[in-house]
C-alpha cells in the first residue's frame, strides 16, 4: 500500500486553486495539504497546515516548503495587478521561484495552471510571460511537470472581473457554437481544471505534460 503524501497548494483563495484545496483535502491520496498564501483562508481541517508568505521572499519559508505534489494556481491579470511589470512578477517569476524551491526540495511533481495559447515567442504579452514560465518550470528536476492550459475560466469569483464576467455569459449562451474545431477555446469551469490537476497527478507518471483546454473539458 502506499504511503499518504503530502501536498503543497499556492494560490488557493482562487478560482481554480478554491476548488484544488478541496479535492485534495478529500483525496486519500493525501494525508497533509500545506497551503501557501499571502493571507490566512477562512477554512480549518485536520489536514491542512497554512503558511502565510511574502511571494517576494519566498526563499525564507523554503524549509516549510515541502511536498511531494505541488499545485500551483497562481496568477493574476494585467489590470488586476496594475502593470505589465507586476503581472510578470505574479505569473512568472512568483511561479518559478516556487517551482526552484520545491525541485530543490526533492517535490516529485510540479502542477500548475498556465493559458490556451501560452508562447514564449508570443506577439501577446500575457501569453509570452505564460509561455516563458512553462518553459522555465519544464527545465527543473521533477520526476513530473504538468502544464494545464484552459481556456476562459468559468465559475464565481471573488473578485469580479467585469470583462471576464461577460464573456463568461456569452460562453454560456452561445457555448453551442464551440464544437469540433472550436472546442478548444470552449470556457471550462474552474472545478474542472482542478480535477484533471489531482488526477493527474494520481498517474504518477514522469516527463513533461501538457494538458490542453479541451482535454480537460472531460472533467466536467
Given at each position: 500500500m502506499?504511503?499518504?503524501?503530502?501536498?503543497?497548494?499556492?494560490?488557493?483563495?482562487?478560482?481554480?486553486?478554491?476548488?484544488?484545496?478541496?479535492?485534495?483535502?478529500?483525496?486519500?491520496?493525501?494525508?497533509?495539504v500545506?497551503?501557501?498564501?499571502?493571507?490566512?483562508?477562512?477554512?480549518?481541517?485536520p489536514?491542512?497546515?497554512?503558511?502565510?508568505?511574502?511571494?517576494?521572499?519566498?526563499?525564507?519559508?523554503?524549509?516549510s516548503?515541502?511536498?511531494?505534489?505541488?499545485y500551483?494556481?497562481?496568477?493574476?491579470?494585467?489590470?488586476?495587478?496594475?502593470?505589465?511589470e507586476?503581472?510578470?512578477?505574479?505569473?512568472?517569476?512568483?511561479?518559478?521561484?516556487?517551482?526552484?524551491?520545491?525541485?530543490?526540495?526533492?517535490?516529485?511533481?510540479?502542477?500548475?495552471v498556465?493559458?490556451?495559447?501560452?508562447?514564449?515567442?508570443?506577439?501577446?504579452?500575457?501569453?509570452?510571460?505564460?509561455?516563458?514560465?512553462?518553459?522555465?518550470?519544464?527545465?527543473?528536476?521533477?520526476?513530473?511537470?504538468?502544464i494545464?492550459?484552459?481556456?476562459?475560466?468559468?465559475?464565481?469569483?471573488?473578485?469580479?472581473?467585469?470583462?471576464?464576467?461577460?464573456?463568461?455569459?456569452?460562453m454560456?449562451?452561445?457555448?453551442?457554437?464551440?464544437?469540433?474545431?472550436?472546442?478548444?477555446?470552449?470556457?471550462?469551469?474552474?472545478?474542472?481544471?482542478?480535477?484533471?490537476?489531482?488526477?493527474?497527478?494520481?498517474q504518477?507518471?514522469?516527463?513533461?505534460?501538457?494538458?490542453?483546454?479541451?482535454?480537460?473539458?472531460?472533467?466536467?
Amino acid at each position: 500500500m502506499v504511503s499518504p503524501k503530502a501536498a503543497l497548494i499556492a494560490g488557493a483563495s482562487g478560482l481554480v486553486g478554491s476548488h484544488c484545496l478541496q479535492l485534495l483535502l478529500h483525496s486519500p491520496r493525501y494525508s497533509k495539504v500545506i497551503a501557501v498564501g499571502r493571507k490566512k483562508l477562512d477554512i480549518s481541517h485536520p489536514k491542512l497546515q497554512q503558511i502565510i508568505v511574502d511571494f517576494d521572499d519566498l526563499g525564507k519559508h523554503r524549509h516549510s516548503l515541502i511536498a511531494d505534489d505541488v499545485y500551483c494556481c497562481l496568477g493574476t491579470t494585467i489590470k488586476q495587478a496594475g502593470s505589465k511589470e507586476n503581472f510578470r512578477k505574479v505569473d512568472y517569476t512568483y511561479v518559478v521561484n516556487l517551482a526552484k524551491i520545491t525541485a530543490a526540495h526533492f517535490a516529485a511533481q510540479f502542477l500548475v495552471v498556465s493559458a490556451l495559447g501560452a508562447d514564449a515567442d508570443s506577439r501577446i504579452f500575457y501569453n509570452q510571460v505564460k509561455g516563458e514560465m512553462e518553459e522555465a518550470v519544464k527545465k527543473l528536476p521533477f520526476t513530473a511537470v504538468h502544464i494545464f492550459q484552459p481556456s476562459l475560466l468559468l465559475g464565481e469569483r471573488q473578485e469580479v472581473r467585469f470583462g471576464e464576467k461577460a464573456a463568461e455569459v456569452f460562453m454560456k449562451g452561445a457555448g453551442f457554437l464551440f464544437n469540433g474545431p472550436l472546442r478548444k477555446y470552449k470556457g471550462i469551469p474552474a472545478k474542472s481544471v482542478a480535477k484533471a490537476m489531482l488526477e493527474a497527478a494520481k498517474q504518477d507518471g514522469g516527463g513533461v505534460l501538457v494538458h490542453p483546454n479541451e482535454q480537460m473539458q472531460q472533467f466536467a
